[in-house]
């Protein structure tokens, strides 16, 4: 079974930075089927990125995903103030433990 | 636009069994090869899948960790997927999450709903 490692646990930005979350596969994943969410404090996960690539509808263009085999990227390229929050990466129903992106 | 809404006690005494329902709105829960899924996340902690089933409630896919306990049914009539858990914990104790899975991701989620054991 896959295990999914993200790192850092915590990134503590200023509004108007770049963030850069990193998720690592104890496998390679197929197809490159790697997902991102964004969780907000009391809300339901929204989906981000899918195909480690492509932005999920309505999903702002500053949200970027890269990467292939075990390591993959989503980049922030400027914080907003609305998209503080827990980032979680998924793939064939594993979710990694999550990336908390908070405020410095 | 399509809404899906958990139903069920907010309270479950240990030993017995949780029982969820998911209502889906904005759309039919066979319109499509959809796969309809069960997500959980303790109080503060991450994101653990529950189940799967596929719209025509012939194929059902359980975490192993929770394969003996669990069971994901559809009702196509009441356009609802349902969630057993049975001899719960309070482990068990978390926010439950239905959600739509096209290929393998999460793409539309209910709100969640919290279920505390406890007697």
């Known amino acids: 079974e896959i295990v999914l490692t993200q790192s850092p646990g915590t990134l503590s930005l200023s509004p108007g930075e770049r963030a850069t979350l990193s998720c690592r596969a104890s496998?390679?994943?197929?197809?490159?089927?790697l997902v991102w969410y964004q969780q907000k404090p009391g809300q339901a996960p929204r989906l981000l990125i899918y195909g480690a690539s492509t932005r999920a509808t309505g999903i702002p263009d500053r949200f970027s995903g890269s990467g292939s085999g075990t390591d993959f990227t989503l980049t922030i390229s400027r914080l907003e103030p609305e998209d503080f929050a827990v980032f979680y990466c998924?793939?064939?129903?594993?979710f990694g433990p999550g990336t908390k992106v908070d405020v410095k | 636009q399509l809404q899906l809404q958990e139903s069920g006690p907010g309270l479950v005494k240990p030993s017995e069994t949780l029982s969820l329902a998911c209502t889906v709105s904005g759309g039919s829960i066979s319109s499509s090869s959809n796969h309809w899924g069960w997500i959980r996340q303790p109080p503060g902690k991450g994101l653990e899948w529950i189940g799967t089933v596929h719209y025509n409630g012939g194929s059902t896919y359980y975490n192993p960790s929770l394969k003996s306990r669990v069971t994901v049914s559809v009702d196509t009539s009441r356009n609802q997927f349902s969630l057993r858990l049975t001899s719960v914990t309070a482990a068990d104790t978390a926010v439950y999450y239905c959600a739509r899975m096209p290929g393998g991701l999460f793409d539309s989620w209910g709100q969640g709903t919290l279920v505390t054991v406890s007697s």
């Open positions: 496998q390679s994943v197929s197809n490159n089927q």
């Open positions: 998924q793939h064939d129903a594993i």
